[in-house]
C-alpha cells in the first residue's frame, strides 16, 4: 500500500465507501491524507459498486485539521510541494457522483470541520468536539469555512465560533444545526452514517450542499452589523494583527456577493496570512508549548506517572485560595490548612467566592458549582495528611517558617507524598529536610492562581524524576502550562523580566518620560507598560523583590531610586491610589505629580545625558536586556529549550503571543542584531545592564538560530 492508502483507508460494505482517515496522533491533514482522500475519492465516484461514500477516522477521532507542522514549514518559506489543497478537493466530497456523510467522533477542527462542512450529511457522537480554531494560530479556516459555517449556523454564531476559536460539542453541535444526527457514545457513529448515507443514495433524505445553503443566513442588513460589531470588539481585543479582520471580510464576501466570491476572497486571505509574522509566531508557540511537556530524562524515561487525587495546600491567602480553588476546580480532594479559625474561614471564603464568580459567570453549572467546592476541607491541624498525594505550601514568603513547615511535612506525610512550595524567590534546596529532598519541588503558580495559565515547576538537583513527572500530571490535569525550570534566585520569569524592570529605570533615568516607555510596550503588545504594571502588583513589594534579584544577580543590575523613593512617599500603587500613576478606581491617570520624583531619581543617578530613542528602540532597549537574561538561563541549564522562555513570558507575563514570545520575536530581528545593539548601548552609556551575554555572543558570531 502507498502512503496515501495507508493514510486513507477503504472499507466497502453494502455499496458504502467508508473512507477512514489513519493518520496518528489526531488524523491531521498531511500531505499524504490529502492524497489519499483525493485517490479514493476518485475511485469511490467512479465505482460503479459504490452509492454513497463516508468519510471517518481512526482511532475515535475525526480529523484536527490541517497538518500545523506543513503550515508551519509553508510559512516559513518552503515551496507548497505536489500537494492538493484540502480547497481543491471538497468539491469532490460536495458535489460529486455520490452523496458523503461524516461520521464524527471525537475532534473535528479546523480543516476537519470544514471537510465535515462539505459533506452532504453530518452524524456525530455527544463526545464529539468541532470548532474553526485556526485564529488561534493566526489564520483563518482556508476551505471554505468562513462560508459554509455561516451557512450552517448563522452569521452570528459562525463569527462568534471562529473569532472565539470556540469549540462544542456534539450536543450543542446539534443544537446549531451543524450535525444532522446525534447519537450516544457508544453507539456506532459510523453505522448511523452508513444508514443516512443510504437513505441519500435512495433519495430518502434530502441533499444538501452547505455552500448553497442561504436559509440560515440573517437578513443582509442584520449579518452586515453583526460584522460592523463583530470588528469593533476584536479591534479592542486583538491589537496589531490582521486576522480577524480578514476572517470577518471573508464572511462579508460570501453574505453579500455570494459563497463563490466569498471562497476566493478567504483563499486569497489565507494565503496572505500563512506568511504572516502573527502566524509564524502563533504557530510556533502551539509547538513550544506541546515541547514544553516534554522533559527530558523525566517524561521520556519509561516512568508511570501516578495520579494525584487528594492535596493539602497551606495556606488560605491570595495564592493558597487560588491554588486550592484551581485544584478543587479540576477534581482534586483538597485539604485547606490555616493557622487558626479566623484566618480558615477568610481562606475558605476566597475559594468559595472564586468558585462562585464561576457560577454566577456561567462557565460551570450549579450543580458542578456545588460538587466543586465538596471537594474542599477547610482544618487547622494536620488531620488526614499522612494520606495526601502531594501537598503545596503558600505560606508567607519567610525561609525559617518554611523550613519549620517543611519538617513538620515530612513527618506528617507518607514517604511518596510530594511537598511542594509556591514560593517565587525561596532556594527550593534550603526547603527540604534531610532525607526528604527527592520528593521536594517548587510549584510557582503565578497570581490569581484559579486564572493564570503558567506553573513553573522548580527542581532541585535532588528531586526525583517521579516526583517531577506526577507534578507535571497534576498541571496538566489543572488545564495550567507546566514549565519546568532548575532551581535558580527568581527562578525563570522573574529572573529574566528582572531586566525589564532595570531597563524602565535606566530609561527613566535618561530622560525618557515613564508614559512614553509606558505607550510604547503597551502598543507593542504588552497588556500595560512596565511603570503601570509596578504600580498594579505595588511598588513595595516590587521594590522588595528588587533587592533580592540585585543580591542574587549583582553583577548587570541597574536600580532608578525612583521606584523607592515613590514608596517613601506612601505612592505604593494602585492600591494606595497613587504610584507612578494615579488612580479613580482601577482608572490610572497621568500624574503630575511624578515629575518631581523622577527629577530627583536623574539626579540621584549623577544627572546622566538625556537620550531621545524613538518607540522602536524603547521596546527593544526595554526587551533585548530579557532576550540577554534568557540567553544566560539557558547557558546556565535553567531551562530546556528556548521555546520555554516563550511560553512562560507569554503566560506569565502576557508577552504578546502573535510575536511567538521573546525567544521568537528576537530571532526575527536576528541574534547579531540584538547582539550588536546591545554592545553599543554597553559601550556608548556605559551600562552594565546591557552586557551581552555569552551565549548571545556565541549565536551572534555564527549567525545561529535563538531558538535552537
Ligand atoms: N497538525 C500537526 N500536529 C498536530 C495537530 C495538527 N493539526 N494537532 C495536534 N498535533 C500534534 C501535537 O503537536 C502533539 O504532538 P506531540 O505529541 O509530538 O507533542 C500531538 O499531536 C497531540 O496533540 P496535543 O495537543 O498534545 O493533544 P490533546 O489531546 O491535548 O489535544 C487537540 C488534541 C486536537 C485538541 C489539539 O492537538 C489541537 O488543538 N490541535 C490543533 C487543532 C487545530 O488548530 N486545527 C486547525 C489547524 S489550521
Known amino acids: ?5 495507508q493514510a486513507v483507508r477503504l472499507e466497502l460494505s453494502e455499496q458504502i465507501a467508508t473512507l477512514i482517515v489513519d493518520n496518528p496522533p489526531v488524523n491531521a491533514l498531511s500531505a499524504a491524507v490529502m492524497s489519499g482522500l483525493e485517490e479514493r475519492l476518485r475511485a469511490a465516484h467512479a465505482d460503479p459498486q459504490v452509492v454513497a461514500i463516508v468519510l471517518a477516522g481512526a482511532a475515535a477521532t475525526f480529523v484536527a485539521g490541517a497538518d500545523i507542522s506543513r503550515l508551519q514549514a509553508i510559512g516559513s518559506g518552503a515551496p507548497l510541494g505536489s500537494g492538493r489543497s484540502l480547497a481543491a478537493i471538497l468539491p469532490l466530497v460536495e458535489s460529486g457522483e455520490k452523496p458523503t456523510v461524516a461520521a464524527i467522533d471525537g475532534f473535528a477542527l479546523g480543516g476537519g470541520l470544514e471537510l465535515a462542512m462539505a459533506c452532504n450529511a453530518r452524524v456525530g457522537s455527544t463526545r464529539c468536539r468541532v470548532g474553526l480554531p485556526e485564529l488561534k494560530l493566526g489564520l483563518i479556516p482556508g476551505a471554505g469555512g468562513t462560508q459554509r459555517l455561516p451557512r450552517l449556523v448563522g452569521v452570528q454564531r459562525a463569527v462568534d465560533m471562529m473569532l472565539g476559536s470556540t469549540q462544542i460539542d456534539g450536543r450543542q453541535a446539534r443544537e446549531l444545526g451543524i450535525l444532522d444526527e446525534l447519537v450516544d457514545p457508544g453507539s456506532n457513529v459510523v453505522e448511523r452514517a452508513q444508514l443516512v448515507a443510504r437513505e441519500l443514495a435512495d433519495g430518502r433524505r434530502e441533499l444538501r450542499r452547505a455552500l448553497e445553503r442561504d436559509d440560515r443566513l440573517e437578513p443582509l442588513d442584520d449579518a452586515r452589523r453583526i460584522i460592523a460589531d463583530a470588528r469593533a470588539a476584536a479591534a479592542k481585543k486583538h491589537r496589531n494583527v490582521g486576522y480577524p479582520d480578514a476572517c470577518l471580510d471573508a464572511v462579508l464576501e460570501g453574505v453579500e456577493k455570494g459563497a463563490k466570491a466569498g471562497f476566493s476572497r478567504e483563499q486569497q486571505l489565507f494565503r496572505e496570512l500563512l506568511v504572516s509574522d502573527a502566524a509564524r509566531g502563533l504557530i510556533h508557540v502551539f509547538f513550544a508549548t506541546r515541547a514544553a511537556a516534554k522533559v527530558p530524562g523525566v517524561t521520556d524515561a519509561g516512568l508511570t506517572a501516578s495520579p494525584i487525587e487528594r492535596v493539602g495546600v497551606l495556606g488560605g491567602g491570595t495564592m493558597g485560595s487560588g491554588i486550592a480553588t484551581a485544584l478543587v476546580s479540576a477534581g482534586v480532594e483538597v485539604r485547606l490548612k490555616e493557622v487558626d479559625d479566623a484566618a480558615l474561614e477568610a481562606g475558605v471564603a476566597r475559594v468559595r467566592g472564586n468558585v462562585e464568580r464561576n457560577v454566577t459567570q456561567g462557565r460551570i453549572t450549579r450543580e458542578q458549582g456545588d460538587a466543586t467546592l465538596a471537594r474542599l476541607r477547610g482544618q487547622t491541624d494536620y488531620a488526614g495528611f499522612s494520606d495526601l498525594d502531594m501537598v503545596i505550601e503558600a505560606a508567607t514568603e519567610k525561609v525559617e517558617l518554611k523550613q519549620q513547615i517543611f519538617r513538620e511535612l515530612a513527618e506528617r506525610t507518607s514517604d511518596r507524598a510530594i511537598l511542594a512550595s509556591n514560593t517565587s524567590s525561596i532556594d ?8 526528604a529532598a527527592g520528593r521536594v519541588l517548587g510549584t510557582h503558580f503565578f497570581s490569581p492562581a484559579h486564572i493564570m495559565k503558567l506553573v513553573e515547576v522548580v527542581r532541585s538537583a535532588k528531586t526525583s524524576p517521579q516526583t517531577l513527572l506526577d507534578t507535571l500530571g497534576l498541571a496538566k490535569k489543572m488545564k495550567k502550562t507546566a514549565v519546568t525550570v532548575v532551581n535558580c534566585p527568581g527562578f ?13 529605570g535606566w530609561l527613566i533615568d535618561r530622560g525618557v518620560d515613564p508614559y512614553r516607555v509606558d505607550r510604547a510596550l503597551y502598543d507593542f503588545g504588552m497588556p500595560m507598560g512596565p511603570n503601570r504594571m509596578g504600580d498594579l502588583a505595588g511598588l513595595d513589594v516590587s521594590v522588595f523583590a528588587a533587592g533580592i534579584m540585585d543580591a542574587a544577580y549583582p553583577d548587570h543590575a541597574y536600580r532608578s531610586a525612583l521606584r523607592g523613593l515613590l514608596v517613601e512617599a506612601g505612592r505604593l500603587g494602585e492600591k494606595s491610589g497613587s504610584g507612578h500613576y494615579r488612580y479613580e478606581g482601577r482608572k490610572a491617570e497621568e500624574a503630575p505629580k511624578l515629575a518631581g520624583f523622577v527629577a530627583r531619581a536623574r539626579e540621584l543617578a549623577g544627572s546622566p545625558e538625556p537620550i531621545s530613542p524613538s518607540d522602536e528602540e524603547i521596546v527593544q532597549m526595554a526587551l533585548f536586556g530579557v532576550v540577554n537574561e534568557a540567553c544566560r538561563a539557558i547557558e546556565e541549564g535553567i531551562v530546556v529549550r528556548p521555546g520555554d522562555i516563550d511560553v512562560a513570558a507569554i503566560l506569565g507575563m502576557g508577552f504578546p ?31 552594565a545592564l546591557f552586557e551581552p551575554s555569552r551565549l548571545l555572543a556565541g549565536k551572534a558570531k555564527s549567525s545561529a538560530s535563538l531558538l535552537d
Do not use: C
Open 492 to 504: 525563570l520569569i522573574n529572573r529574566v523580566f528582572m531586566r525589564y524592570g532595570q531597563a524602565a
Open 428 to 435: 527550593i534546596e534550603h526547603l527540604a529536610p534531610e532525607g
Open 657 to 687: 503571543a502573535y510575536r511567538g514570545g521573546p525567544m521568537k520575536w528576537a530571532d526575527g530581528i536576528g541574534a547579531r542584531a540584538v547582539h550588536d545593539a546591545l554592545a553599543d548601548w554597553r559601550t556608548r552609556y556605559g551600562a
Open 1 to 5: 500500500m502507498s502512503d496515501a492508502e
